[in-house]
């Protein structure tokens, strides 16, 4: 086999292995937080179980990525490709560990009343979701346009963030027996804002692929 298609032929086996992992952390954050919308025990506890396949696939991509590296030796465009995938694997990972994380907070708070109806968190819990599904649709296409938009939903999800915030400080205020419960949902809703940030991040991946530029779409 020529050393092109060979090497394109690896780089696509690393971009589908990159949807499979971005599709499997995605349904694990809609899992998680589900869980802790219907307080369901058994949710959450696949959520945490199944963090092992996150953890292991995102293994296997990284040794694909220094495999191809070490043997192909790309170079500008191609090596940038590479080194993204790489990264965006890193944050997808780390991203199901926040899944995880929310998984936790619904075992925490049990069975206890919530203290308010949960209306904010799922609303940010979709934009992440959106968030996701267009930056791996971005770095398949290899579409900087947009890539560079995902930014604007991110600032969606702060600003719901913030809304939250000061909800659950009001509660707090009020009421201190609810403060408990009310930080575990700071923790998730912060989890979620993490989330956002991390989408971002593979968006600016994407970016640096079609460019060559490192941008912060954080700021």
Do not use: H
Not at 16 to 37: C, D, F, T, Y
Not at 169 to 191: C, E, G, H, W
């Amino acid at each position: 086999m020529p050393t092109r298609q060979k090497f394109d032929n690896e780089l696509e086996d690393l971009r589908l292995n990159i949807l499979a992992l971005g599709k499997m952390v995605s349904q694990r954050i809609v899992s998680s937080v589900e869980s802790l919308s219907n307080q369901d025990m058994e949710i959450a506890n696949t959520v945490i179980v199944g963090d092992l396949e996150v953890n292991r696939l995102q293994a296997m991509i990284e040794e694909r990525c220094i495999l191809i590296i070490a043997t192909q030796q790309p170079f500008a465009r191609d090596l940038r490709k590479v080194v993204a995938g790489f990264k965006i694997s890193i944050y997808l990972e780390r991203m199901g560990d926040l899944s995880v994380d929310i998984a936790k907070i619904t075992i925490r708070i049990g069975q206890d009343k919530l203290i308010k109806p949960l209306l904010d968190i799922p609303r940010m819990t979709t934009l992440v979701e959106e968030m996701i599904n267009l930056g791996l649709q971005a770095y398949i296409r290899e579409d900087c346009k947009t890539a560079a938009e995902m930014a604007a939903i991110d600032d969606e999800v702060d600003e719901i963030y913030s809304q939250v915030f000061g909800e659950l400080l009001d509660i707090m205020m009020k009421d201190p027996s609810q403060v408990t419960q009310a930080n575990y949902l700071l923790f998730v809703s912060r989890f979620l804002e993490r989330l956002g940030d991390y989408c971002t991040n593979i968006a600016e991946e994407v970016i640096y692929i079609c460019t060559g530029k490192r941008l912060n779409l954080n700021e």
